[in-house]
């Protein structure tokens, strides 16, 4: 009886393979070590066998902004006459505090003379130092059809900088107020950490081929604030930091999405809850990169 042959494939000791990523140590025209990628498509076409995909320490590095429908004219009306009770948008002015995103509650949280009155300026932000960096712990998707069309949801931190460029501070208390600072910061920043979970509708244009795939999620994200704090630095008093929530918004909802192609991916997410739980109603936003896991 003949016995039969099994051939083993193995790579040679200049191949290295990492999951799907195999990688061959050479020589180019000049002699010198070179490095050349290839996709092992049997090992992506072994992972379609599994409809549950799971990827480790996602990271995201972007920046972030908001979108802001304070009601600044209406502020600058209450704090030109705090007691009258004239009218405002056919409404009398109330002369009490209010806790909403009405002008009277944009007039509690941050107050101002009627001769220096607020306005949006006041709270623009260093985009290029305002800083969004999320880590997801985990993020699976769910085959729904022909790996085509996936669920795809996560769980992680999300820690957002909002870097100032003027001088206002936040003041914590019942209520916790800002003020227009007497001081110039070098740096004057809001930092807010979140846990949150993405939920996501992904279609993938080449399962097979990842390293081809044009892939795009689009779908909700809910989160809770887990801590916050300010952090200035002037010549005048150094370094100073605070935590408190500063009337942040314990609650966070939005909008989020992903496009990419290949080993690219850009990630926006938009928050439907203003970033504050009253006065200023700012709708933060954040773009960036994402950096696939393992």
């Known amino acids: 009886m003949r016995k039969r042959q099994i051939k083993l494939h193995r ?6 393979q990492i999951k799907g990523l195999i990688i061959i140590k050479g020589k180019n025209d ?5 490095y050349k990628f290839y996709n092992d498509t049997a090992y992506a076409r072994q ?9 480790w320490f996602v990271f995201d590095l972007g920046f972030n902004n908001y979108i802001d429908h304070s009601d600044y004219n209406g502020a600058s009306f209450i704090n030109y006459y705090p007691n009258n009770s004239a009218y405002y948008n056919g409404a009398p002015a109330p002369v009490s505090k209010s806790y909403d995103y009405s002008a009277v509650g944009l007039a509690t949280f941050a107050p101002r003379d009627a001769s220096a ?21 985990f993020q ?11 669920l795809l949801y996560a769980l992680g931190l999300e820690m957002n900088n909002y870097r100032y460029a003027r001088s206002i501070t936040y003041l914590p208390g019942y209520p916790t107020q800002i003020i227009r600072d007497s001081v110039e910061f070098s740096k004057n920043k809001l930092f807010a950490e979140y846990i949150s979970i993405p939920v996501m509708l992904n279609f993938n244009s080449n399962p097979a081929r990842p390293s081809r795939a044009f892939q ?9 604030l ?4 300010t952090k200035q630095v002037s010549e005048e008093r150094g370094k100073v930091r605070k935590t408190d929530d500063f009337n942040l918004n314990k609650w966070r909802f939005g909008l989020t999405s992903e496009l990419g192609y290949g080993p690219v991916k850009l990630y926006a997410n938009f928050a439907l809850t203003a970033l504050h739980d009253y006065g200023l109603q700012q709708y933060p936003f954040s773009i960036g990169i994402r950096l ?3």
């Not at 790579?11 to 290295?16: G, L, R, S």
């Not at 009155?117 to 712990?137: A, D, Q, R, Y």
Request: aromatic share 8%.
């Open 226 to 229: 887990l801590k916050s704090r």
């Open 47 to 55: 992972k379609l066998k599994k409809n549950l995909q799971t990827k």
């Open 11 to 16: 790579h040679p000791p200049d191949t290295i």
């Open 216 to 224: 795009a999620s689009f779908g909700v994200s809910g989160g809770y």
């Open 30 to 34: 000049k002699g010198r070590t070179s």
């Open 140 to 150: 699976q998707r769910l085959n729904i059809t022909k790996h085509k069309l996936n």
């Open 117 to 137: 009155p607020l306005t949006p300026s006041e709270f623009k932000l260093i985009t290029g130092k305002s800083i969004n960096f999320n880590i997801w712990l």
């Open 292 to 294: 696939n896991g393992f």
